[in-house]
């Protein structure tokens, strides 16, 4: 772990203010060395009540928050710990202070896989100290990691869309179906009311004059037959009419015949 020293350095008092300030930045480099000591022994709660203790003291304590901030890390607690950074790098006093406050927020963000925000608090660490090669490695590898997680979301993006796409296809088809089959029973119900409104309807005017006209087919085979015409005989009835003479002839000739035998003599012996 990268812990910040501390130093006890006098400076000569301009005022009662600057004495207090002095005072105020003496107790709480006492409470980060008392930390520090701590965390030495593996006895992190403890330490964190020391760091607390140095930031209550004096809030703009780089040393105290940074410290505690990677007291944190190690412990897991990784939430704690990048607030604690941050509070750090905004304190910070030095690019070396800065540098490493934006160092340790690239590796917390890392192990949350937040790999575009890892690669900007490394760069930004570089900004401060560029000769570091841990950090230039960190960088690559968060900024690989980045480029990868963004061509996954994309892939990602494009098939929900193409999922989304095909539901609303799929939702459009079900409603056209839906129309389709609405309109079809619209349609079938509309000709069974009809049908049923025809059948209570009396006969209109055509249809009576139909049925006076008749079989429109009979009315061909009748047309192909000559009408008698007023005051002349049917052929059935010039027929029968012949027949009628034919049959009185007939007896007539009959009758005639019968006479003409009974004037005749007959011959009781033949002739030689």
């Known amino acids: 772990m990268l812990l910040f020293l501390v130093s006890f350095i006098g400076f000569p008092q301009d005022n009662e203010s600057d004495k207090l300030e002095q005072l105020s930045t003496k107790k709480a480099n006492s409470y980060v060395y008392e930390a520090n000591e701590l965390i030495e022994s593996d006895d992190y709660i403890s330490a964190e009540k020391e760091y607390r203790k140095a930031i209550s003291e004096q809030p703009g304590n780089v040393a105290g928050t940074y410290n505690l901030g990677t007291s944190y890390y190690e412990k897991g607690n990784y939430d704690e710990a990048l607030y604690r950074l941050q509070q750090a790098s905004k304190n910070a006093a030095t690019k070396e202070e800065k540098h490493k406050a934006f160092h340790n927020m690239g590796n917390i963000l890392m192990k949350n896989d937040m790999c575009k925000e890892a690669a900007e608090a490394f760069k930004n660490a570089l900004r401060n100290n560029p000769s570091d090669d841990e950090t230039r490695y960190n960088f690559?590898?968060?900024?690989?990691?980045?480029?990868?997680?963004?061509?996954?979301?994309?892939?990602?993006?494009?098939?929900?869309?193409?999922?989304?796409?095909?539901?609303?296809?799929?939702?459009?088809?079900?409603?056209?179906?839906?129309?389709d089959d609405k309109k079809d029973k619209g349609d079938q119900d509309q000709k069974e009311g009809d049908d049923k409104k025809d059948e209570n309807q009396p006969p209109k005017e055509d249809e009576k004059e139909d049925e006076k006209k008749g079989n429109p087919d009979q009315d061909k085979k009748d047309k192909g037959k000559p009408k008698p015409q007023p005051g002349q005989l049917s052929p059935q009835q010039i027929k029968n009419l012949l027949e009628a003479m034919n049959n009185n002839e007939q007896k007539v000739q009959e009758k005639m015949n019968a006479e003409k035998q009974k004037g005749a003599k007959v011959k009781s012996e033949k002739d030689w």
Do not use: F, L, P, T
């Not at 996954?152 to 799929?170: A, G, L, M, R």
């Open 140 to 179: 690559a590898v968060a900024k690989k990691c980045a480029e990868d997680q963004k061509g996954k979301d994309d892939e990602e993006q494009e098939n929900n869309e193409d999922k989304d796409e095909d539901n609303k296809d799929k939702d459009k088809k079900e409603d056209e179906d839906k129309k």
